[in-house]
Antibody, heavy 122, light 111 residues
């Protein structure tokens, strides 16, 4: 059974870049046509999709974040990474990595990491 | 503010039936995009509950069911149990926003 685990700094200063890594275990990140995704959730609020990538290199980001976000994959380490630049307090949230699957009209997320809290503060 | 609207909260006694709506528009649910549902227990990551409008992944109890009609979708819990206390989110795609979207979320309380 695949497992995902987020890691990275819990505190980031305003205007800096938030970087998080998701380590995938139990399956190869290169196998299948999965999409590897980041989703966030501000405290007490709903879920917000950030973006996804396929191991082919194809990416798709939330339009409102497109100028600040990047997702990359390291197949040798079975990891994928989120970079979010020029962060502000509004980027404070729990960040989840997730595996996306197709098979219906749109992707659904069948495996999630436990989430990691990132606070943007000086 | 999400383009998929859910009631903030619903409640029911153990054993009762509760329904959660997910209301969209012609650019998302009404445009024939599928709806998926997730359950988020307190302090936990979301868990896939329903995919493709009606399908339950392996391990999801059959008291959970989903449906879709027009510009709305619904999640029904039949035979509510204490462990069903959680937040529930619908998910679809919006062609106007060119964005994957989650619903506003609904908190289910077992009385």
């Amino acid at each position: 059974q695949v497992q995902l685990q987020e890691s990275g700094p819990g505190l980031v200063k305003p205007s800096q870049t938030l970087s998080l890594t998701c380590t995938v275990s139990g399956d190869s990140i290169s196998r299948g046509s999965y999409s590897w995704t980041w989703i966030r959730q501000p405290a007490g609020k709903g879920l917000e999709w950030i973006g996804r990538m396929y191991v082919t290199g194809s990416t798709h980001y939330k339009p409102s974040l497109n100028s600040r976000v990047g997702i990359s994959v390291d197949t040798s380490k079975n990891q994928f990474t989120l970079n979010l630049s020029s962060v502000t307090a509004a980027d404070t949230a729990i960040y989840y990595c997730a595996r996306g699957r197709s098979g219906y009209g749109i992707v659904y997320y069948d495996s999630w990491g436990q989430g990691t809290l990132v606070t943007v503060s000086s | 503010q999400s383009v998929l609207t859910q009631p903030p909260s619903v409640s029911g006694a153990p054993g009762q039936r509760v329904s959660i709506s997910c209301t969209g528009s012609s650019s998302n649910i009404g445009a024939f995009y599928d709806v998926h549902w997730y359950q988020q227990l307190p302090g936990r990551a979301p868990r896939l509950l329903i995919c493709g409008n009606t399908d339950r992944p392996s391990g999801v109890p059959d008291r959970f069911s989903g449906s879709k009609s027009g510009t709305s979708a619904s999640l029904v819990i039949t035979g509510l149990q204490a462990e069903d206390e959680a937040d529930y989110y619908c998910q679809s795609y919006d062609s106007s926003l060119t964005d994957l979207v989650f619903g506003t979320g609904t908190t289910v309380t077992v009385l």
